[in-house]
């Protein structure tokens, strides 16, 4: 099975930290993404990665940074943590090449900035 | 208007009830379409994919595609209390691995 692991469950922040949250699949899939979720807006798609370094904004990327050194990995770095970035926030992953009928979740982290 | 609407309920249904969940769309160039399932505090999880119109079955479950209404539904047969979540669309155009979804539409399933 899939596997897409979140470091964290939940999170709390201060205003103005910087806040790392990590992403690790364990299927050897080229894409990655990062959304947000909130009540009443549904998902948004922050960032994604189609492939090792390659990043692409999504539809909030503002205040929001990514990285992927590795395959497997792909990390969302809020570079100073505010107020209404306080959200959940769920990594994905897929496989290219298959109309994107499947993406695999993580468990998603709930991160509270105070 | 958004590209994908959805209703995001609560819906509240007796056990056994027959349960239908829709999606519209204004993008006809969307193929593929996907039901999500979320339960309280978990990512969502894939249910049912179908491509182009039609049908497909899966044990309770039915997913319906009527492009030339640009509309999508779910039909849960025999309701159960275990299905209460929420229930995400989603849907790609053909070439493009980043789906469009619904807001979601939460279902409560009471004994």
């Known amino acids: 099975d899939v596997k897409v692991t979140q470091s964290s469950r939940y999170l709390v922040k201060r205003t103005g930290e910087k806040v790392f949250l990590e992403c690790v699949q364990d299927?050897?899939?080229?894409?990655m993404f990062w959304y947000r979720q909130d009540p009443g807006l549904g998902l948004r798609l922050i960032y994604f990665?189609?492939?090792?370094?390659?990043?692409e904004k999504g539809d909030i990327p503002e205040g929001y940074s990514v990285s992927r050194e590795k395959k497997e990995r792909f990390s969302l770095i809020l570079e100073s943590a505010s107020t209404n970035q306080t959200s959940m926030y769920l990594c994905?992953?897929?496989?290219?090449?298959?109309?994107?009928?499947?993406?695999?979740f993580g468990p998603g982290t709930r991160l509270t900035v105070t | 208007q958004k590209e994908v609407e959805q209703d995001p309920g609560p819906l509240s249904v007796p056990e056994g009830a027959i349960v239908s969940l829709n999606c519209t769309y204004s993008?006809?160039?969307?193929?593929?379409f996907m039901w999500y399932r979320q339960y309280s505090r978990k990512g969502p999880e894939l249910l049912m994919y179908t491509y182009s119109s039609g049908n497909k079955e899966d044990g309770r479950f039915t997913a319906q595609v009527d492009k030339s209404s640009k509309y999508i539904s779910l039909f849960i047969r025999d309701s159960q209390p275990s299905d209460s979540a929420t229930y995400l669309c989603a849907m790609s155009k053909g070439g493009s691995y980043i789906p469009t979804f619904g807001r979601g539409t939460s279902l409560i399933v009471h004994p």
């Open positions: 299927m050897d899939h080229e894409n």
């Open positions: 990665s189609y492939d090792v370094k390659m990043k």
């Open positions: 993008n006809s160039a969307f193929q593929y």
């Open positions: 994905a992953s897929s496989l290219p090449g298959q109309g994107t009928y499947e993406q695999y």
